[in-house]
């Protein structure tokens, strides 16, 4: 079971990861984008951490609606209301319940993408964040490490699609070739997940991860390097 | 539900949102009052600040409903972001799917009229149909 605490640990992980790669982000999205991504999400996980530490909310999913509020808040850009809403949605399905099971957690983060999808009227192919969390949802039965090596794949296979939504959807065919913004920040935030809940990163460690996917899962933080 | 309907712009620029608050006013005879603009981010760069839209929201808000209108991207994702789960704009308020400028003419002119939400957003989506060729 999953408490308060876990998704606590989960955002300020994530938050860690976002600040060391913030400059990456940035620079994926001056290819295609505004040059803003990493400043942004930057910004926005400073605020979530802010606040968890300052006042951490009883249940998993306060923890969740407190996080998306924020990012909805303090983001500034596109990625404030989606990542928002993908954590507040997650955090309303699950309840006020003070422990939740992995699978409560796998319903709560589907209907958390769902909302997403909604939201920004985008489906997976269309070179977006659905393209990780999507495949990472999806995989997620299977474990943590399943999902995170699930979201780094989709991730990477944004380079050749071209985009349908956002501002990158502006170029047409000249975002192909780039991966996208936030394609690769949404894989950040699920392996800060697996990281938390123990997924081994390690090839072979984990029984869980398919090999195909082991090659991607390597390390001990995801790399987003092309 | 006898006041007028609260309009609510929303651009990624301070400047734009207020001056097409102010041009939408003018357009539609002056008196009009019930008008915020929500533009631009809190350290005044170009985005989107989804606590300046809450609060725009409430201060044009007299119980008729709040219109608002968004420019693009970020902005529209906001504001449909705010109405999807959230508890920060007024109830009744809703996004128009219409133009900005145009929009915001159309909207405060039904508005300032007595025209009702439902029929403000009418108003605001005709913008639509206007061709410029």
Redo the contacts between chains.
Sequence with gaps: MRDADFFCRWLLAAAASIEREADRLTELDSAIGDA?HGVNMRRGFAAVAEALRSGPPDTPGAVLVLAG?QL??RV???S???Y??LL??AG?ALGEAAEVSDEAVREALAAGVA?VG???GAVPGDKTMLDALTPAVAALGEGYGAARAAAQEGALATVPLRARK??ASYLGARSVGHRDPGATSSALLVAALAEVAGACVSPGDDPRTPSPDKQVARGDRTDIAE | MSDTVGVVLVSHSAEVAESVARMAVSLAGGGFTRIAAAGG?ADG?F?????RIAAAARAVDGGAGVAVLADL??AV??V???L???DELPPHTRLLDAPLVEGAVAAVVTASAGGGLAAVEAAAADAYTYRKT
């Design positions: 803003d509020r909805i808040s500034g850009g596109a404030g209301p989606l928002g809403t507040r949605a309303k909302a909604r939201l920004g956002g501002r | 981010t760069g985005g989107t600040d989804a606590d991207g970020s994702l906001t449909r972001a705010l999807a789960d959230g």
